[in-house]
């Protein structure tokens, strides 16, 4: 895993897996936003994402190749290429000033790179409890199998 300064902000080159969208994110808060959510959406999406600020993804390449879904209260803007069909990353309903961004579009990154992401809980939306209070759902834990295959070098 990645360790940045608390007050650094990096950019990282992305991009979808048939390399028709193309962007750069830039994190301020490394990767210490890394989580998934259980809502319908997310549960089949399967995708570990990051935080990063509106104004923090510049799209390089391939902008007319993203498509937008929206769902349910039709708040978040979920974004994938039209051509290999990869999320590469969402407006949240949670905070619209935000995106969350596809960890695995970014280069040399893989959600397999965490040995331990929280899961929020989706299907009762912060924004659709009375309390307004993000609830973590569980923990999702990966561990290679060193019997079957060699770690992955930390990046």
Known sequence: MIETHPDACFIY???CHCGTVRFNVRLCDGLRSARRCNCSYCCMRGAVAVSANLAD???EQ???ALTLYQFNEGQARHYFCSHCGVYTFHQRRSNPE???VNVACIEA??????????VYEGRAHPKDRADGASVIAGWLRYEVNSENRKPTPPL
């Open 98 to 100: 935000q995106y969350g």
């Open 13 to 15: 080159k992305a991009a």
């Open 57 to 59: 993804i510049q799209v």
């Open 109 to 118: 990154m893989s959600p397999f790179d965490f040995q331990e992401i929280p």
């Open 62 to 64: 391939g902008q007319d």
